[in-house]
DNA sequence: GGATCAGCGA
DNA sequence: ACGTCGCTGATCCC
């Protein structure tokens, strides 16, 4: 043995707990709402420190008893606050995590980490074994000698500060020997070490270079003048009693030697099970990794990675994929493969197929040029079970295949149990219905830049197959939970559906104008030129505007300009900020309309050149099971924050335009959420409104304000209640939305729920609903779990609340527009109807119509999406057509 | 590659 | 600390 490494457990684990715990921060919990933080930063920590080891360590714990501390001063530790709830349920985990690892831990009544660190630490140096102790706390410097460095975490965990007898008199000026008077002389008021009163680090330090101890010190006390020379006189007492408390005991009486702490080999599978568990995803690829590595190395061992206990045939050619199709005219599991999510453009690496009893991996180029397998898949008779069908859907369209009759889909269905684990991947979602094992897509394929095949084919044959199997295998289970929490409608008659209806939208397109589209970026590039060189000229120096550390720095250090907010990291340079500078310095305005139109230029006109296709049309994906509250959102690119409210940035929608003698059409609902408010919270005055046909921000106004003639000022005031309201809003950001103090904002709150109390009453109903089913729901059985909302942190449980009264609104109206784009759908095909939807917008939707379907679609559309739920009040919706995007104003 | 800031939409 | 749900780009640091 040479090296020795100890650990102090307590401080390392509270460290990797306030690490991600800042105030407000939501931690890291299971599925089942295990809080992970701190044993996530634990154990990189432990990986990190694990890197340096050659296999001797210790962790020490505290232990909850008092120690001979707290005999000889009561104060000990007192007054420190109380340890919160969410860490102390991690202390067992951690705990687990050291044994699973086979690292040994100790903790002994009567004594403190310190203690066992500092036993162990001085036996080993005395022996002349190197000796590294990690910690957060200083106290442990008073062991550092020529054999013992003390490395102390610093707050982000991400360095440490190395400690050795020549650093730290390079630090203090003082020798390691002084490290605890020190600190007796200072005290510790995190410990409640009283120390000499008056006396913090810089006297403490002056006063140890001149007399070297404390005991030298009260030999020549008398020598001291002044007002310290008193104290110094006085607090005798409670400096010695601080010197005893914050000496660690070096002779603690262990039940073991520091040879005995060596790490135990493990099995590593135990190890990823228990990351599994805790649904550490990162740690379970980490750890797999290192295995496979070692495995590696033996051939031998190498097919220990595929699972024995699943089995699954081999299809790589025709006559045999026949012969499998020939026998199985029957409801199977279908798997689609894809080397990247974006499947508009993905190869397809594999299909599985299953039908629960025999399970298939089928040679993909074999299977898309296979008439029989073809034949099956497109079959109206035969029901498939799949894992994200829209992404099968669409890739057979791009290769001009059909697939019919899809009677469940596994991610779907797991979205409706539970909407936030749409995000999660094949493993993590199978991972939380079953006790299947089955490899995160890491394991077989890499990430990042390294992504792709393994070269072992059977790795991923396997898993592929194993999809197609468990997809089979979760479905009546799945089926039953959607059945038990009155969901299966809403996944057999909207989201399958539904899908169907965003594949073709996908593959469909939107048609790109390059012409106005280069225009546009040559237009911008001049005007950002030109901002450019007036904003340099107006700072006296060329710097990166885009960069707000650097702007920050022209405007608040170069010109002294007054700063108003701070980020976390520097001053803060957005739009609000600027907004109040305007009048303080000619550049602002600059800045400000470059930033706008960087804007433009990079995220509209760069980006979405990147994402158009050789058919010179923008394919978007809509994730239909990723948000929480039921929303569509779309990417590659996003066609859902197209700019519309400066004319400016409105431009840009020029570029979108219909095909050749077609028009595009767009419907939108109005209002549709404080309809849903109105409907769900049944709030008569709104209703009424609503039923008048009036304007609600105004007649809203009318009734805060007391007035019949509204002002332009007080519409908008009441709009933003009126949004505010939707959304869980506070006095405080309202004061800021509409410029008013917090006080009147407050008064506005109070005035609008005495006008519309069903409201308030709402609202606690649906608080009170979420805090004892832990969830609330929409109109159509739409699940949302709020598990903040039984928070003891104070900002959690308001963030719980907030959620809590806005899903049910904005997820209701997403069930809406789900509902009319089916039913739309579904006429425009059965009608055999040219026109095409290809864009929803939460509240709105756009057709690419023919002239000769464009009368017809202007009534029909609206129609449709009017009645496809039936509300206490009216769904209204309006509509236009234009050649392009912009026209649809 | 990930965190941070910024800014676009409903 | 400070209104919901999203996506993307630029910079900066690991």
Redesign the pocket.
């Known amino acids: 043995m040479e090296h020795l490494t100890l650990v102090d457990g307590n401080s390392v684990m509270f460290r990797a707990y306030y690490a991600t715990a800042y ?2 921060a939501v931690l890291m919990q299971t599925s089942q709402g295990v809080y992970t933080n701190a044993v996530f930063a634990f154990v990189n920590m432990m990986d990190k420190i694990l890197e340096q080891t050659n296999g001797h360590i210790l962790v020490a714990f505290d232990t909850a008893h008092p120690t001979k501390r707290h005999e000889k001063y009561q104060e000990y530790k007192a007054g420190r606050a109380a340890m919160p709830e969410e860490l102390a349920q991690q202390i067992p985990l951690v705990k687990k995590y050291l044994d699973k690892a086979g690292i040994k831990q100790h903790e002994q009544i009567g004594y403190e980490a310190d203690d066992i660190i500092g036993t162990l630490a001085k036996e080993a140096s005395q022996n002349n074994i190197k000796v590294d102790v990690y910690s957060s706390d200083r106290d442990l410097l008073q062991l550092v000698d020529q054999n013992i460095t003390v490395h102390l975490l610093k707050k982000g965990m ?1 360095e440490l500060d190395h400690y050795t007898p020549e650093s730290l008199y390079e630090k203090y000026e003082l020798t390691h020997h002084q490290m605890i008077d020190l600190k007796a002389l200072m005290g510790d008021p995190s410990d409640n070490i009283p120390g000499i009163p008056g006396v913090g680090e810089k006297t403490a330090i002056k006063l140890l270079k001149e007399y070297e101890t404390i005991e030298n010190l009260y030999v020549h006390q008398d020598e001291i003048k002044g007002k310290m020379g008193e104290k110094i006189r006085e607090n005798k007492e409670l400096a010695y009693l601080s010197k005893d408390l914050v000496t660690i005991n070096v002779e603690s009486p262990l039940p073991f030697s520091y040879l005995e702490t060596e790490k135990i080999k493990i099995e590593t599978s135990d190890l990823i099970d228990f990351f599994k568990e805790l649904e550490l995803k990162q740690l379970v690829v980490r750890m797999a990794n290192q295995n496979q590595n070692t495995l590696f190395k033996d051939e031998e061992k190498s097919d220990k990675k595929t699972d024995k206990s699943f089995s699954y045939d081999l299809i790589l050619n025709d006559e045999k994929l026949n012969d499998i199709i020939f026998n199985h005219q029957e409801p199977m599991s279908i798997h689609f493969e894809f080397s990247e999510p974006n499947y508009h453009k993905a190869e397809l690496w594999g299909i599985g197929l299953s039908n629960g009893e025999n399970t298939y991996f089928i040679d993909p180029s074999i299977a898309l040029n296979n008439q029989t397998f073809l034949n099956y898949l497109k079959n109206k008779e035969i029901e498939k079970y799949t894992f994200d069908y829209k992404a099968i859907k669409v890739f057979l369209m791009w290769h001009k295949k059909a697939i019919h009759t899809i009677s469940f889909d596994m991610l779907l269905a797991a979205y409706l149990i539970k909407s936030s684990i749409g995000k999660e991947d094949f493993t993590t979602i199978t991972s939380l219905f079953s006790s299947i094992d089955i490899s995160y897509e890491e394991q077989i394929y890499g990430k ?2 390294k992504k792709g095949l393994p070269e072992n084919k059977e790795l991923y044959y396997e898993h592929i197959a194993k999809k197609a199997s468990v997809i089979y295998k979760l479905k009546d289970d799945l089926l039953e939970t959607l059945k038990d929490q009155n969901q299966l409608e809403l996944l057999q008659k909207v989201e399958i559906p539904l899908s169907e209806v965003l594949a073709s939208m996908e593959f469909s397109g939107l048609l790109v104008d390059n012409k106005e589209l280069l225009n546009q970026k040559e237009v911008l590039e001049k005007r950002i030129n030109v901002l450019e060189e007036s904003i340099y000229k107006e700072a006296g120096e060329t710097f ?1 505007i ?5 702007l920050g720095d022209i405007l608040f250090e170069k010109l002294n300009l007054s700063q108003g907010k701070k ?4 001053y ?4 609000e900020v ?1 907004e109040k500078l305007k009048d303080e310095h000619p550049i602002i305005p600059y800045i400000m309309e470059y ?2 139109l960087a ?1 433009l230029y ?2 509209y006109i ?2 979405i050149s ?1 994402s158009i296709f050789s058919d010179n049309k923008v394919h978007t994906i809509f ?1 239909q099971a ?4 039921g ?1 569509l ?6 066609l ?7 004319e400016e ?1 409105r431009k840009i929608r020029k570029i979108f335009v219909a095909e050749k003698n077609h028009y595009l059409l767009g419907a939108d609902y109005s209002q549709i959420e404080l309809r849903v408010l109105a409907d769900i919270a049944n709030v008569k005055h709104l209703k009424e409104s609503f039923l008048n046909n009036e304007d609600i921000h105004k007649s809203t106004a009318q009734k805060v304000f007391h007035v019949t003639d509204v002002t332009s000022e007080q519409r908008r005031q009441a709009k ?2 009126n ?2 309201i939707i ?4 006095a ?3 004061a800021e ?1 509409i410029h008013v103090s917090p006080k009147e904002a407050q008064m506005f709150i109070d005035r609008y729920l005495e006008i519309y109390p069903e409201i308030k009453q709402y609202m606690q109903d649906t608080v009170e609903f979420a805090t004892e089913n832990g969830y609330v729901k929409t109109l159509m059985n739409r699940r949302r779990y709020i598990p903040e909302i039984n928070s003891k942190v104070f ?1 959690q449980k308001e ?1 719980g609340k ?2 809590a009264m ?1 899903a049910p609104i ?1 997820g209701s109206a997403a069930d809406i527009i789900k509902v009319a784009m089916v039913d739309l759908f579904k006429y425009l095909e059965e009608n055999d109807k040219k026109s095409k939807i290809i864009l929803q ?4 939707l756009i057709l690419e119509v023919p002239e000769e379907e464009l009368e017809e679609m202007k009534e029909l559309v609206p129609a449709i999406m009017k009645k496809a739920v039936k509300l206490t009040v009216s769904l209204e919706t309006s509509c236009d057509v234009g050649k392009n995007w912009y026209e649809l104003k």
């Open positions: 105030p407000g991400k990042g830049a990166n885009s960069s707000p550390k650097q980020t976390k990291t520097g803060s340079t957005n739009v600027l930033r706008q804007k990079s995220t760069i980006g990147q994730n990723l948000t929480t509250t929303r959102s779309s990417i590659e690119p996003n859902q924050n197209i700019p519309i409210r400066t940035g933003a209640v949004f505010g959304y869980g809003i506070g405080w950001s309202l939305d900002m963030f907030r959620n806005n904005q917008v939460h509240d709105e």
